[in-house]
Structures are given as structure tokens and as C-alpha cells.
């Protein structure tokens, strides 16, 4: 069954599952892998959502590659070109700051997707640490890390992070990834744990347990290599989530502050004057950050597609 | 307002099947050259491929197979159940008393089930709806093909348990299906396919999902009720020993091909085609999804991409040179039986 | 039912305290990371000290194991737990009213808006979500796939700026200068909240509340169905002779209403969190937008309080919807 409670169960589409292979699937020689690969060259959703990912990921790394303007460089803005709409050689206009808009949305990427990559590897750490122990050990160790997650799913995530960052003074990059973390680990580790126990059920762990394998060989060998294709989905999900999450906070007024460049502060500034009909102060960065985070989604998605079995 | 009224008007036609002119000489159901198809992304598969069967009253026919070979999809044909998409019935016949099914409008050819032809699934458990309770879902027959009002379905539906033989049956009628018993929940099945008295009962491995010994028992009532009611079953089941039990004439298919039918005696004495041989020497199981039998080798043909000739010539121990090239027809052989083997002489004397 | 009933309740608890602590918990670390919240509600100019000490004083924040970094202060939490339980969840930074006040001058205005949101995502959801289930893989299908995934990856407060100025602003300014139309339906298309039309100008913040949901709803209904209409009951009802209509109509949708119930109660916490940002933007003045000045404010009596009463109701209701669970769901009940 599909788990509502994670934007992942959310997205799945329950296709075929149990329908009896038979004796064709039996004759395939493709590896899962293999085809893996083969689906997703051939799906346009792929190379669209990959495409976009790669330019979002390079507008973080070196910003200077699609940008010139950098709006933390005060002698780019000029006060007086402030909100100027946009026009034939700034098809992009101009910032609340005067900066080019697009140098700015350019240069915002970074704070999003690293607080975005920062929470998903820090999530991805804890889940799969907890999720194979509880998972693979069982027991007390599971029961009481169950009763964790489920104290974790009764505080509504939102409302969590908004206590945390009202109180914290200093919100950077490390403080807004760390409170994303905390609130969000519960989830994936949930859907490792069942990855583990469903792997620790297959007949090739019990042959590596005869043969004498150590539990910590089977889980390097075994378990963590067979649950790695839902950590790769829901990791890539995630990030599309946690690049709105973050805007979110930021709209909030409780994550980066200005000066900081980012996408949520450029959405905040530009509400307002939208209002008054600058509009592209408002739908331009707000593009960018439904863009990026569709493209994650739409990758994570087309990915578990590929990966997952039960799907052909 | 009548009764009659009131029921038309929640949509309930009683009087549909009244005015199909139904052939009371003709046979109780005659399957003339079936086919049936599954559109799938590898290709198209021929689950049924040429099925012809004849039931009569009080008969009971057997359908034997390995795993997958299409007979679960044929008892589907005959009840209309069929997903279409994916599946399509691409040619052949279903007479009931002379009418084609087929041909019958669909809101006509509703009340043939239940009311005519009615079905036993194998799985009880899931294929009772879980959320509602036993008396509800035997009493909805009633609702909707009836007359009846609520409370006289529900009466109904306490007698029926009781002729299933379900204890406390008053009070039992209210329990959802997780609460009874395996072997009472598939008397809860075979209650629900006698709630109309049909001519015709299909059971599809009625008895799979059982232990053996309340298998005998649900086995028991339900040849006691077809004896009982003069009704036309058809049973589909792994279990040989069943099969001889019950069954008064089989029809062996292999990958959607009829390729024996005759008397249970003759079958299980001299078998007249190889295929049919080997199953009746891979006694006592035959019913393990994937593996090989003990007396045949190999596993059947990949249903999209059937073999040329004759379908079972891969592992057939009695395979020669024609048989890679031509298909066998379905021969008449002596004794009111048909084999679709060239060599079904030799397989009788081996 | 009573046993089921009875465990659930045991359960219930553990997490009610649990939750509570860790609020509790993450309030304190933030204190002690960040200095108490007293000093930051001034900013750069403030009070004399002996004002501050008082202050803090009159807030219970003047415990010394605020001081001490990841001290859980056990002893403030069991204090704070009878004050909980006595219903005093604290006052306000700067009025230093209690919260509950103002919650429940405020309750009305959010319960309106909540009830508009959760008609809205459930009665559309479910029908696109039952309609893609029955046309699968056709065009109706694609689209309400493609649409929902679209809607997934706008946040609140995206769709709701953006609604209120191509809709609220360009639109409705547009519509209310019609003099064909009368004035209340331009005021469904309000920039922002008016006391006037209690109902008519929550409806454009309600759909932007609903919306995540309603894509959510849409997809898992989606699935649901689909997995349904190839249950083995589903084909005996067809054996029964059921007509088409009943099917899907009784013994597919049914079933197939489950997981959703589940994903409703679940979707409270997300109502909530997406008040506070629809609230705000449409100057709702509701509990979310308390929340919502709260953290503009850096008003940690406000955020505290108003988290700490939402959360319990997040969990009573989770509450109830697993027992609706039970009653829909006999092999629950009777277990
Ligand atoms: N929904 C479907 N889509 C595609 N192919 C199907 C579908 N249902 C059945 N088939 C095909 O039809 C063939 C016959 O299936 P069927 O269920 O009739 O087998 P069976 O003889 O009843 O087997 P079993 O003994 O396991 O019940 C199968 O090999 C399968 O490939
Ligand atoms: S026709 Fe040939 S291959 Fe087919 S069953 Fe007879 S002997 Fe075997
Ligand atoms: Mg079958």
C-alpha cells in the first residue's frame, strides 16, 4: 500500500505489483540495472527533469557560468533602476534592490538547493544508519525507535521548524538544513527500515548467513546495496521538497535574512509591489522556485519508475 | 406503488431474462470455439485458443491444466467478467439453452449471472468484499435481482447459511468475512452461487485454499447441492484425486488449447494424449506456480510468442518432425473422446 | 471495537507527552543556542537590564538551566505540563494577553476557512481522483496526473502570492468594475480578507489552502481505485450480476475511501501550517495569521503557545480519524 504520509507515497501510482509474472518474466536477461537504464533513456520526462536539474545544480556551483551581475557586488545594483520592469536587454528586469533580477535569481540558487542538499544528505545519513539497524536487528532497538518516529509524525512539520527557527537568533545555511533535519529524518527512516526487512527476508541473505557472513558483511553487502534505489527516489524527491520548504520558511521571515540572496527573500520583497502591479518581481523568482523543485519531483519520480521492479 | 414498480424503478429489470426465449431441448451451455486474448506491452497473448465444450444438466465437466494455461480465463468468458482492456474475447461462442451470451445486451446478460451461471473463487477471504458484512453481500443477490426488500433478503440470507450448513447462521449473518473460518468462508462463497438456484455452477479451485480435510467437507456440499438441485458444474481444480471423484467427463488444456477431452474414466485409465499422460503421472501435486512436474519437463510456452506445430512439442516425449511444422486438429477418437494429438493411437496403447 | 478502542488510547498518550516534550525540548535548545527570547523581542535598543530580569521573571524564562546548553530541563517541562493542563498555555510577549484569548477570538475566522479548504480538496479531490482511477492510462487520467504533479511543486504561499495578484488583484479588479455583476461575487475574487462577507472572501484563501491537498487527495484516490477495481471482490460483484454502476459505485469506492480517510487526518497538520502562510498573505485574521505576526515579531510567547495548542489538536484528531478508521475498516474494528 501507498504511505500518504510522505510526499513519495503520495506520487506513487500502486501500478501492476502482485500481477503473476510467469514464465515470460523468467526469460528476460536484462539485469535490473540494465533495465533501469533503458527505461529512463527512453523517457523524454527524463532528459526534461535531468536537463533542468543539472542547470539548477551548475546555477549553485558557479553561479558566474549563467550570470554576471552578482547582486551581492553592490556596484552591479543601482538603487535608481529599482524595480524597472523588464525590457528587450533585461528581458528579466530589475530587483526591490536594483539589481538585474537575473543575476539575482541566478545567484539565490546556491542558499536554496545547498540548505536542500545539505538536509537530504544529512536525512539520508540518519535514515539509512537507523533504519538498517532497526530494521535488520529488530526488537527492543526497532520498537523503540517506531515509538521515536511516531512522537516525530505527531508534530506536524511546519509548525515544528517555526518554533525552532522563531527562537534561534543566527539562520544560516547550517542552522535551517540542521532544523529541516530534525523534523524531517522520521520519514525516510520509516521506508528504510521497510527496505531492510524486506531485503532481510530474501533468499540470498540466508545463503550469505550460512556461509558464515558477519551481520555487518550482509548489511554492507546485502542489505544497504538492495535499499539503495529508495534512498536514491526519495532523496531525490526530497530535495525538490526541501528547496520549497525552504523558500517557505524564508517567506515566513524565518529563514536566510536579507542581504542574503535567495529565492524566498526575492518573493517576500516582490509580494508587495506585485500588488501594484510590478509583477515580475513576484513570478519570476516564484518560477524558479516551482521549476526546480518540479524538475526534482518529476526526476525522483521517473526514477522510482525505473528502478522499481513491480512496476514492469 | 407495487412492488414491481418500486424495483424498476431502482433500476431492477425482474422481468428481463422472461423475455429471452431460452431453448428448453437445447444443451444447458455449449462453448464453441472460444478464443480470448490479452492485449499486453509484450505482444498479444492467446490465453484461450480454441476451446469447444458441451455441459449438460446435472453434469459435471472438469477442466484440468497446468498453472496459467488459460482456465480461469475461460470460466471468466463464460460469466462476461472479463477486463476488456486488456482482455478481448476474439471469436467462438457461449450458448446457454441455445441463446449466445454474446449477443445478449448487457443489461439483459447481467441477470444471467447469479441468476443462471453463478461462480466459486478460489480465494474466499479476498473474494468477499471486507468491509461489509456476509448477510449484506448475500442479501444484495436478492435486492438486485429480485423484488426482495431488505429485511426479506436478509432472511434469505440466514436460510442460505443454514444450507450451507453454517452454524448459528441468525446470528452469524451480521459477521464480516475475517471472522469465519477458511472452510466457512468458502461456504459463504458456494451460499452466495446457490442464492438464485442457476442451472450452472463454475468452480474455479474451489477447494485450493484449504486444509485437506475441510477440503473434502466444502467438496462434499458442494456435489450434495449440485446433485441436489440437478445443476451443470464446472469445476476447474489441481487435485487429481478430486477430479476423479467428482468429475463425470474433463477437458485437459495446454496453453490455451483443449488438447483432451474425454470420460474421467478413460482419462485417468488410458490417457490419449501425451500431455494428459504426463499429468496424470506427476500425481499427487500439480499446482506449483513456475516449477516443472515431475513426469514433464520444462515449463509451458510463453503465451505471446506460442512455439510452431504443435504446442506441446518441446517437451513432449512422443514429439516427431510434424509436430515442430503442423498444428494438431482436435481428432475424434473412438469412444466419444477427441485428443489434439497425430499420434493419440500410440499414446492409448503406451 | 472496545479492545481497539482501548490500545489506541495507550498509544495516544505516550505521543501526546512525547510531542509535548519535544516542543518543549526544541524551545529550550533554542534558548540556550540563542538567548532568551526576551532580548530579542527589542532588537538593537534594549531596556535596562533590571526591566529584562523582570521580565524574564514574569515568563518563567529565568530558570538557570536555561544557561546550560542541551539541558532537557525536566523539572520547566513537568511545570509546564500542569499549566497545559490547568489550560494556561501562556501569554503574549508584548500585550501579555493569554494566547487563549486571543485563540479564541480568533478560532471562528480559521474554522471557516478550514471548513471552505477541506470541502474544497475532499469533494474535488476524490472526484478526479475516482474519475483517472475508472479512465486509467486515457486522457482524463494524463491530465489529472499531470496537473496534480504541477500542483505538488508550487508551495502555499506561492500559489496564494501569485493568486492574489493575477486573481484577487487583475482579475477581481476587472470584475468589480463590471456593473453587470453584483457585488458580492466580485468579493469572491478579494485581495484580501473583509468582515464584511465573513464567507465570500475566505473562498479564494480557502482553495489556495486546499490545494496541495486536493492534488494529494487526487493522486492517492487515484491509486486507490486502481488497486480496487482489480480486487477479487470487486470481480465477485461483477459474478453476482451487480450492474456496472453499483461496482464501482458501492463495492470499489467504498474500499477505496480508506486510505483517504487516513491521509485527511494526517492533512490537518498541513491545514495548519498552510494557514499560517494563507493567512498572512491574505491578512486573515485567523489563528495562522496570529502564528504568522508571531514570527514576524519574534514573538516566542505567541509562537509557543498557539504551536503547543495546535499540535494537541493535531493529535485529538488524528485521534478520532483512526477511530472513523475502525468503523470503516471491519477488520480493524474486530480485530
Ligand atoms: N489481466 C491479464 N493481463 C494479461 N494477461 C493475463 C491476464 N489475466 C490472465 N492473463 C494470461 O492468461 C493466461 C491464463 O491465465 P489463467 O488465469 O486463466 O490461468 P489458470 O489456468 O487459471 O492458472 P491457475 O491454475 O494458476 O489459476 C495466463 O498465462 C496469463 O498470461
Ligand atoms: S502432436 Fe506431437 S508434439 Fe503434440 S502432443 Fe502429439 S506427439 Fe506431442
Ligand atoms: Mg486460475
Known amino acids: 500500500m501507498t504511505d500518504p504520509h510522505s510526499l513519495e507515497g503520495i506520487l506513487s501510482k500502486g501500478e501492476p505489483g502482485g500481477s503473476e509474472p510467469g514464465p515470460a518474466a523468467k526469460e528476460r536477461s536484462r539485469s535490473l540495472t540494465a533495465d533501469a537504464i533503458y527505461e529512463l533513456v527512453r523517457n523524454p520526462v527524463f532528459w526534461v527533469a535531468g536537463t533542468l536539474v543539472v542547470i539548477v545544480l551548475t546555477m549553485a556551483v558557479v553561479p558566474g557560468l549563467w550570470a554576471n551581475q552578482d547582486p551581492n557586488v553592490s556596484a552591479e545594483c543601482d538603487i535608481q533602476l529599482a524595480q524597472r520592469s523588464p525590457s528587450w536587454d533585461r528581458p528579466f528586469g530589475y530587483t526591490t534592490q536594483g539589481c538585474s533580477m537575473w543575476g539575482a535569481v541566478v545567484y539565490g540558487t546556491r542558499n536554496s538547493v545547498f540548505v536542500a542538499i545539505a538536509g537530504t544528505a544529512a536525512i539520508a545519513v540518519i535514515a539509512i544508519t537507523l533504519g538498517v539497524i532497526a530494521g535488520f536487528y529488530g526488537r527492543w532497538i526497532d520498537s523503540v525507535l517506531s515509538r521515536i518516529t511516531d512522537i516525530f509524525f505527531g508534530l506536524p512539520f511546519i509548525l515544528g521548524a517555526i518554533i525552532l527557527l522563531t527562537i534561534l537568533t543566527t539562520r544560516t545555511v547550517w542552522t535551517i538544513s540542521a532544523v529541516i533535519t530534525v523534523f524531517l529524518w522520521p520519514q525516510m527512516t520509516r521506508i528504510m527500515r521497510g527496505a531492510t526487512i524486506a531485503t532481510k527476508q530474501r533468499d540470498f541473505v540466508d545463503a550469505a548467513r550460512a556461509v558464515g557472513a558477519s551481520n555487518f558483511r550482509i548489511i554492507r553487502k546485502h542489505i544497504i546495496p538492495n535499499s539503495l534505489a529508495p534512498v536514491i527516489v526519495i532523496g531525490t524527491i526530497n530535495l525538490g521538497q526541501l528547496i520549497a520548504i525552504e523558500s517557505t520558511l524564508t517567506f515566513l521571515g524565518i529563514g536566510f535574512q536579507p542581504p542574503t540572496v535567495s529565492w524566498g527573500l526575492l518573493i517576500q520583497a516582490g509580494a508587495g509591489p506585485a500588488l501594484g502591479g510590478t509583477t515580475h518581481l513576484l513570478w519570476i523568482p516564484c518560477a524558479f522556485v516551482v521549476i526546480a523543485t518540479l524538475s526534482f519531483i518529476l526526476l525522483g519520480d521517473v526514477l522510482r519508475d525505473a528502478l522499481d521492479p513491480r512496476m514492469r | 406503488m407495487s412492488e414491481s414498480v418500486i424495483a424498476s424503478q431502482r433500476g431492477i429489470d425482474v422481468a428481463a431474462l422472461q423475455r429471452v426465449h431460452f431453448d428448453r431441448d437445447a444443451p444447458l451451455l455449449e462453448v464453441d470455439d472460444l478464443h480470448v486474448e490479452f492485449h499486453t506491452r509484450d505482444g498479444t497473448a492467446k490465453a484461450v485458443n480454441g476451446v469447444s465444450f458441451t455441459l449438460h444438466e446435472g453434469e459435471t465437466l472438469g477442466i484440468l491444466g497446468e498453472s496459467g494455461c488459460g482456465k480461469s480465463v475461460t470460466a471468466q468468458a463464460i460469466m462476461g467478467i472479463l477486463d476488456i482492456p486488456p482482455a478481448r474475447v476474439a471469436g467462438g461462442k457461449i450458448l446457454f439453452r441455445g441463446v449466445d451470451l454474446q449477443k445478449m445486451e448487457e443489461k439483459t446478460r447481467r441477470h444471467i449471472r447469479a441468476n443462471k451461471i453463478a461462480m466459486i473463487f478460489q480465494d474466499a477471504l479476498s473474494a468477499l468484499n471486507p468491509v461489509f458484512t456476509v448477510g449484506w453481500q448475500l442479501g444484495e443477490i436478492y435486492r438486485k435481482h429480485t423484488e426482495a426488500s431488505r429485511s426479506q433478503a436478509k432472511a434469505k440470507a440466514v436460510e442460505l447459511l443454514d444450507l450451507v450448513g453454517i452454524p448459528a447462521a441468525k446470528e452469524r449473518v451480521n459477521s464480516f468475512p475475517h471472522q469465519f473460518s477458511g472452510g466457512m468462508r468458502q461456504r459463504v462463497m458456494i451460499a452466495m452461487a446457490l442464492a438464485l438456484e442457476p442451472d450452472i455452477i463454475i468452480a474455479d479451485e474451489p477447494t485450493t485454499a484449504l486444509d485437506v480435510t475441510v477440503q473434502a467437507q466444502v467438496m462434499k456440499l458442494l456435489s450434495d447441492l449440485q446433485q441436489d438441485y440437478r445443476m451443470g458444474l464446472i469445476l476447474i481444480t489441481h487435485d487429481m484425486a478430486v477430479m476423479a471423484d467428482v468429475a463425470d467427463k474433463i477437458c485437459v488444456m495446454y496453453a490455451g488449447n483443449a488438447v483432451e477431452q474425454a470420460d474421467v474414466h478413460q482419462i485417468y485409465s488410458r490417457p490419449a494424449h501425451p500431455y494428459s499422460k504426463g499429468l496424470l503421472e506427476s500425481i499427487p501435486r500439480v499446482d506449483m506456480k513456475g516449477q516443472e512436474l515431475a513426469a514433464i519437463k520444462g515449463l509451458p510456452p510463453v503465451l505471446v510468442d506460442p512455439p510452431p506445430g504443435c504446442p506441446f512439442h518441446p517437451r513432449c516425449t512422443f514429439a516427431r518432425e510434424r509436430c515442430q511444422e503442423e498444428k494438431p486438429e482436435l481428432y475424434d477418437v473412438p469412444g466419444d473422446r477427441r485428443s489434439a494429438c497425430f499420434f493419440w493411437e500410440e499414446v492409448i496403447s503406451s | ?335
Open chain 3, 1 to 335: 471495537m472496545g479492545r481497539y478502542l482501548i490500545r489506541r488510547l495507550l498509544q495516544f498518550i505516550p505521543v501526546l507527552l512525547g510531542a509535548l516534550f519535544l516542543l518543549h525540548y526544541m524551545t529550550v535548545v533554542g534558548i540556550q543556542i540563542s538567548g532568551d527570547p526576551v532580548r530579542a523581542l527589542f532588537g538593537d535598543n534594549p531596556p535596562p537590564e533590571s526591566v529584562l530580569a523582570a521580565m524574564r521573571a514574569d515568563y518563567g524564562l529565568d530558570n538557570p538551566c536555561l544557561d546550560r546548553r542541551f539541558d532537557p530541563c525536566v523539572a520547566m517541562f513537568v511545570e509546564r505540563l500542569g499549566q497545559y493542563a490547568t489550560g494556561d498555555f501562556g501569554i503574549d510577549l508584548r500585550q501579555g494577553r493569554p494566547i487563549t484569548e486571543h485563540l479564541g477570538e480568533r478560532f471562528p475566522t480559521t474554522m471557516r476557512l478550514a471548513l471552505i479548504a477541506v470541502v474544497f480538496e475532499t469533494v474535488l479531490g476524490i472526484a478526479l481522483g475516482v474519475l483517472a482511477g475508472l479512465r486509467k492510462d486515457r486522457f482524463v487520467d494524463n491530465l489529472v496526473r499531470a496537473s496534480t504533479v504541477l500542483l505538488i511543486a508550487f508551495p502555499v504561499f506561492i500559489i496564494g502570492t501569485l493568486i492574489q495578484v493575477y486573481v484577487g488583484v487583475k482579475l477581481g479588479n476587472w470584475i468589480r468594475g463590471q456593473d453587470s455583476m453584483p457585488d458580492w461575487f466580485g468579493q469572491m475574487f478579494t485581495v484580501t480578507y473583509s468582515a464584511d462577507y465573513p464567507w465570500l472572501s475566505l473562498i479564494l484563501p480557502g482553495l489556495v489552502l486546499g490545494a496541495f491537498s486536493l492534488a494529494a487527495i487526487a493522486r492517492l484516490t487515484r491509486t486507490s481505485v486502481i488497486e480496487n477495481l482489480r480486487a477479487d471482490y470487486v470481480r465477485t460483484a461483477k459474478a453476482k450480476g451487480m450492474p456496472g454502476t453499483r461496482v464501482v459505485g458501492v463495492h470499489t469506492l467504498r474500499n477505496s475511501l480508506i486510505p483517504v480517510v487516513t491521509y485527511i487526518g494526517f492533512d490537518i497538520g498541513n491545514l495548519m501550517a498552510g494557514a499560517v502562510v494563507t493567512e498572512g498573505i491574505f491578512g486573515v485574521p485567523g489563528i495562522g495569521q496570529f502564528v504568522f505576526q508571531g514570527t514576524q515579531n519574534k514573538d516566542a510567547g505567541i509562537v509557543v503557545g498557539t504551536v503547543t495548542i495546535l499540535v494537541l489538536v493535531y493529535l485529538i484528531f488524528n485521534l478520532v480519524v483512526d477511530l472513523l478508521y475502525a468503523v470503516l475498516d471491519p477488520r480493524i474494528r474486530y480485530d
